[in-house]
């Protein structure tokens, strides 16, 4: 058995995909137009697979900042956040972020990523229970896995499941922590967040939310579905990435436990990787201003994610539960899916492909999602393009 044996399965799987679409493989935006709009294969494109929810990577006041932290600050930071790698800025982002979630304490991470690893393999241990949604991101999982933790899932947004493994679990008498995220990235509903916090409760259990996808999208000030939901005060860690509705690159935890701090003496993603960027963290701090002051982006936001969700309904495909910024639409056949997503991108519509194992159930789902940038138009072209390809779904 050689070393790159393993990787013969995935070789096979991407020749079988590639006779489908080459382009699948060779997706470049070959020149960025805007938020919305980027030119591909030689032509001008509507993104609508970003998840670039409110427009905040090309908003004039971000790319300020940005500039004017690099002219003052440097291109990088060239250390961990323990070592040389903390800056006046990292520190009044995290003090930002606080204020804006009303929590106590928040950590600044390079990436989402490492924010959910750091978390997960640190705060809970092998003496430890993680119960977690079948959903949840890869960086939970990793997360679980760094730490040696013993892991429960229970199905996806099923609460009966979720009170069966708490019913059973809380007998082993040791701490449990239920992991989930806000609005889910694959078929964009939320949480049914709470009830499982009523149940965190009556259990006795620790509960950490991932708002990737719903900072600045759901709540009445953005704060995410936790703020939706009115159950803020129930969640012990709220994981966010700069990499969506901020348009930037990093993560943070917040959390009312002061513990929350010895992270950054224990915590191996914290401590072994450079911090973000001078440029990346006013940025962030910069567009979380904005998400502050401006409400009707969400608004707007909102409109269009309605308008294409009840679009799509209209021409009935099979979509997410729920009209959400992120609308899954669902194909039975794989390659129909394909020619589907080369039809939509033929048509200057890019969405993103997402196959089994990825999807829930085996089905392959163009997954759109919106941005508050979008203006009706373009939510119409994206309309249009998808009403030519109906009859592949
Ligand atoms: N959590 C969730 C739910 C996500 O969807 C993502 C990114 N897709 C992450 C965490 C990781 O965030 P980042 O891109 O900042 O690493």
Same mark, same amino acid.
């Given at each position: 058995m050689g070393l790159f044996d393993k990787f013969q399965k995935t070789q096979e799987s991407l020749n079988s995909l590639r006779g489908y679409s080459q382009s699948f493989f060779n997706v470049v935006l070959e020149e960025i137009i805007s938020s919305t709009e980027a030119v591909i294969n030689g032509r001008p494109t509507?993104?609508?697979?970003?998840?670039?929810?409110?427009?905040?990577?090309?908003?004039?006041?971000?790319?300020?900042?940005?500039?004017?932290?690099?002219?003052?600050?440097?291109?990088?930071?060239?250390?961990?956040?323990?070592?040389?790698?903390?800056?006046?800025?990292?520190?009044?982002?995290?003090? #930002?972020?606080?204020?804006?979630?009303? /929590? =106590?304490? !928040?950590?600044?991470? $390079?990436?989402?990523?490492? %924010?959910?690893?750091?978390?997960?393999?640190?705060?809970?241990?092998?003496?430890?229970?993680?119960?977690?949604?079948?959903?949840?991101?890869?960086?939970?999982?990793?997360?679980?896995?760094?730490?040696?933790?013993?892991?429960?899932?229970?199905?996806?947004?099923?609460? #009966?499941?979720?009170?069966?493994?708490? /019913? =059973?679990? !809380?007998?082993?008498? $040791?701490?449990?922590?239920? %992991?989930?995220?806000?609005?889910?990235?694959?078929?964009?509903?939320?949480?049914?967040?709470k009830e499982i916090a009523d149940l965190k409760k009556e259990y006795g259990a620790y509960l950490l939310v991932d708002e990737a996808h719903s900072l600045g999208v759901l709540g009445e000030k953005g704060r995410g579905l936790a703020e939706e939901a009115g159950v803020e005060d129930q969640v012990d860690f709220v994981i966010g990435t700069f990499s969506k509705s901020l348009g930037s690159v990093g993560g943070y935890c917040s959390s009312d436990h002061q513990e929350l701090e010895l992270l950054r003496f224990t915590s191996r993603p914290y401590v072994f990787t450079a911090s973000s960027s001078p440029a990346n963290i006013a940025a962030a701090r910069k567009a979380l201003e904005i998400i502050e002051k401006e409400p009707e982006l969400r608004e707007r936001l909102w409109a269009n994610a309605n308008m294409l969700y009840g679009r799509l309904k209209e021409m009935n495909f099979q979509l997410g539960p729920e009209p959400s910024p992120i609308i899954p639409v669902r194909f039975r056949e794989i390659p129909r899916a394909f020619e589907a997503w080369n039809g939509l991108l033929e048509r200057g519509v890019y969405v993103n492909m997402v196959l089994p194992p990825a999807t829930p159930d085996g089905t392959a789902l163009l997954r759109c999602s919106l941005s508050a940038a979008h203006t009706p138009e373009q939510v119409e072209q994206i309309a249009r393009a998808f009403e030519d390809i109906r009859h592949l779904a």
């Open positions: 509507i993104l609508a697979g970003t998840n670039n929810y409110l427009g905040m990577p090309h908003r004039k006041e971000c790319i300020e900042a940005a500039c004017r932290a690099i002219e003052e600050q440097g291109t990088g930071t060239t250390g961990s956040r323990m070592a040389n790698g903390t800056y006046s800025i990292h520190v009044e982002l995290e003090q #930002a972020i606080s204020r804006f979630l009303q /929590k =106590r304490h !928040t950590i600044v991470f $390079t990436t989402g990523y490492s %924010a959910n690893l750091s978390i997960l393999s640190t705060v809970v241990g092998p003496k430890d229970i993680v119960i977690l949604d079948a959903d949840c991101h890869a960086s939970i999982y990793d997360g679980c896995r760094l730490g040696g933790v013993q892991v429960y899932r229970f199905r996806h947004n099923d609460m #009966a499941d979720l009170e069966k493994r708490l /019913k =059973r679990l !809380t007998k082993k008498g $040791t701490n449990i922590l239920i %992991a989930v995220e806000g609005l889910y990235s694959m078929l964009g509903d939320r949480a049914p967040l």
